[in-house]
């Protein structure tokens, strides 16, 4: 079967290119590995409480041994376990420890984000070619501010217009509230630090109604999808855009195995699909080719093209940077404390969002012990039942003092950048295979020395900034962070200048492919210390326009 | 990502003569003449669990962990949930109660008056908060066992639906987020 486009993946970046392939005229096939989901009937346990369900969130034993990987961490849990992997089918190698989080399904992460959408600045971009680490990227800051504004707008972001230089204002929605103590803290951070800002969250929950959906209704429950589709998923907004022109064709339950090269017209062809029910093989022709396939997801696609032989290398990855420069963002460490004088405060609502400190270090002329640099998230909240009550005894009194609200505090725990290392990357271990008989990635990535040096500011500067504002009892912490666990990986097919140092040019465009492009995060060619799915879904639009003009010329 | 932070860690496979407790009708348990408990518990264990966490949180205006069925809840999660080392470690801890029990008041914890039990949980509590404050973060030494006892019993409270709506105010669908003022005694958000 003939198509105008193929698209591979759902997610992020691959509901955007069917949105922006159909919407230009093109008759598009969107394959997707897992199941069907469908907006609202099958987000299942959007409306239950927590006491429906029989471990109240806690994940069993029984889960835990088919997923062994999923379980390290919290977003796999009773409460929507069908969109976590089973680690047992698709396995992966481990040279060293990658948490590798996984969602296989018809919107793929993107209906278990966390949300955060901030824009890259000119200084991320042109960061590389500066400090002359990797490559440069082919493209800067006016390149993609035009398809941020685009892609803002029809998401619905919501946010605070700042005016800070290196995190650009974007088209947002009003912003979520603030809470009194957050805002405070705010305030005198402000006459402290001359570049340190706390701002609200960008995040893509809406706070209006917007192209015909639900503003947040502040449960909280965002992961296990929005019965009022008030945060951009693929179901949400993407989709339904797709549907809505008559040119899609959505086939769940395909997963790509081979990108098919024509020697003759030095173009892909098609793509091998292997139907994941019934183990049959098939093949689609299209003209045009997008890889949506997340990260990982799309490199082990292109390694295992050629380890199947249906790409040679030398079209595949001439530049031999292929699998390599994987990143990730390193968390999971920071700084808290308690927030006296506001006993007479308290929330109303449970807001899926928090505060954001941007970058300050390496910029504004200071300089640190190492490149490159990190963000906050953080919030102020009162303890609630499962703080320790020391001076309750046992029975009455610690049950009244636990049916009201504790003291305040406040936390925030950086992202900071990794830089990209030519030995972290993932290649394919022929000694494995998943249940469908494919060649299984093997991963090989560690933070390095100018991570770790990062770290130690990540925790003092967050000490040092509440302690600034007032906060008492100021403790830092250090959780450990493993590659994979940001669920932010990116690189592997970077974007480049240069063929021979790259694998995309600056249109998300294979240098040796013309008709194939892969604008997911494995097109990064550096990793900044923002969340990156709006840049993803930036480039996957502006890509798009340029692969459509391309075909109307005549030139792919 | 946001972060939320993780209440509890568990365990691996169970072996085979272990019963999974999803889905039990426990009021049928309750009252059926014979039972096997829940999981690894027999039916008057699970009743010692009820009594122990009703001790901790007892009725007031608002209905107390028994009525809450955390006793059945506490259970459930140590048998579904739990590593095999801390389920074991979860066994030796309601031994242990149950012989301080009998060394204190000469009797088992389920025949002791209210004041009895309350005053050896105190004394537990006093024991597990300095055991607590003595151990090495990051050490993997494994809580005190009333700890365990106590963090089970106030999440299998204040997560259930007597909990959650009665002794704290639940909102289902709160439809904004704002600072709102307090006075003391307003109760906390479900």
């Not at chain 1, 979520?176 to 803290?185: P, Q």
């Not at chain 1, 091998?272 to 997340?294: H, M, P, W």
Request: proline fraction near 4%; charged fraction near 25%.
């Amino acid at each position: 079967m003939k198509y105008d486009a193929i698209v591979v993946g759902s997610g992020i970046s691959g509901g955007w290119a069917a949105k922006e392939l159909t919407e230009k005229g093109l008759k598009t096939l969107l394959l997707e590995r897992g199941k069907d989901v469908k907006h609202v009937t099958d987000y299942d346990t959007a409306n239950k409480k927590d006491w429906e369900f029989p471990h109240r969130g806690r994940i069993t034993n029984e889960m835990k041994a088919t997923h062994p990987v999923q379980k390290r961490d919290y977003p796999y849990s009773e409460f929507k376990p069908d969109w976590w992997v089973n680690d047992l089918e698709c396995p992966y190698t481990e040279v060293k420890r990658f948490d590798w989080y996984r969602g296989f399904h018809v919107g793929g992460k993107s209906l278990m984000w966390g949300r955060q959408s901030y824009r890259w600045s000119e200084w991320d971009f042109e960061a590389n070619a500066k400090e002359g680490v990797a490559v440069d990227w082919p493209i800067r800051y006016a390149d993609i501010a035009p398809w941020y504004d685009y892609v803002e707008s029809f998401a619905g972001i919501s946010g605070s217009i700042d005016g800070l230089p290196q995190l650009p204002d974007g088209k947002f929605l009003p912003p979520m509230n603030l809470n009194i103590v957050e805002k405070d803290v705010a305030e005198r951070l402000r006459q402290k630090y001359e570049h340190r800002r706390l701002i609200i969250g960008r995040s893509a929950n809406l706070t209006q109604p917007h192209g015909g959906r639900a503003g947040c209704q502040y449960r909280n429950l965002c992961s296990r999808g929005c019965p009022f589709g008030a945060y951009f998923s693929t179901q949400s907004s993407t989709l339904p855009a797709a549907t809505a022109t008559g040119n899609l064709t959505l086939r769940p339950f395909s997963i790509v195995s081979q990108i098919l090269y024509d020697k003759n017209t030095k173009k892909a062809r098609g793509v091998l699909v292997i139907d994941a029910e019934t183990n049959q093989t098939i093949e689609y022709e299209a003209n045009v080719i997008f890889v949506c396939g997340s990260t990982l997801g799309s490199t082990h696609l292109l390694l295992n093209s050629v380890a199947m032989g249906a790409m040679p290398e030398e079209v595949a990855n001439r530049s031999g940077e292929l699998g390599h420069n994987l990143m990730d963002h390193h968390f999971r460490c920071g700084a808290s404390g308690e927030a006296a004088g506001y006993d007479d405060k308290y929330t109303y609502g449970r807001r899926a969002n928090g505060f954001y400190i941007p970058r300050y270090r390496n910029f504004f002329g200071d300089k640190r012990d190492y490149l490159r640099g990190f963000g906050y998230q953080g919030g102020a909240n009162r303890q609630g039942w499962s703080r320790d009550v020391a001076e309750m005894s046992i029975g009455v009194n610690l049950k009244t003092a636990l049916t009201e609200p504790g003291k305040w505090t406040i936390g925030m725990g950086g992202f900071g950048e990794m830089l990209p290392y030519h030995d972290n990357k993932v290649t394919i271990d022929k000694a494995k295979k998943d249940k469908w008989g494919q060649y299984v990635l093997s991963i090989d990535c560690e933070l390095k020395e100018n991570e770790f040096k990062m770290r130690k500011d990540m925790m003092a500067d967050g000490a040092e900034m509440l302690e600034a504002a007032g906060i008492k009892n100021v403790t830092t912490y250090d959780g450990g962070s493993f590659p994979g666990m940001a669920i932010h990986e990116m690189g592997t097919a970077r974007m480049g200048k240069d063929p021979k140092t790259s694998v995309l040019n600056k249109w998300n465009q294979m240098h040796d492919v013309p008709n194939v492009f892969i604008t997911d995060g494995s097109c990064m060619t550096s990793a900044a210390c923002v969340n990156p799915s709006l840049t993803y879904m930036a480039l996957t639009a502006r890509a798009v326009d340029h692969a459509v003009n391309e075909l109307k010329k005549g030139n792919l | 990502m946001l972060q939320r932070t993780a209440v509890l860690f568990g365990g691996t496979l169970l072996g085979a003569d272990s019963i999974f407790a999803k889905n039990i009708d426990w009021e049928a348990i309750e009252n059926a003449p014979e039972s096997k408990g829940i999981g690894l518990f027999s039916k008057s264990q699970v009743k010692l669990l009820n009594e122990i966490a009703d001790t901790i949180i007892p009725e007031t205006d608002t209905p107390g962990a028994k009525q809450a069925k955390v006793g059945q809840f506490m259970a459930t999660i140590v048998s579904d949930c739990y590593e095999p080392a801390d389920q074991q470690r979860f066994m030796e801890g309601l031994t242990t109660l149950q012989a301080a029990c009998e060394q204190t008041n000469g009797k088992s914890f389920q025949k002791c008056s209210l004041a009895q039990r309350t005053a050896l949980l105190n004394t537990l509590d006093k024991e597990q908060r300095e055991y607590q404050k003595n151990k090495k973060p990051g050490s993997g030494q494994p809580n005190h066992y009333f700890r365990t006892i106590k963090d089970l019993t106030l999440w299998g409270y204040f997560s259930s639906e007597i909990g959650a709506t009665q002794a704290l105010r639940y909102v289902e669908t709160p439809g904004r987020y704002e600072t709102i003022d307090y006075k003391k005694g307003d109760r906390a958000w479900g």
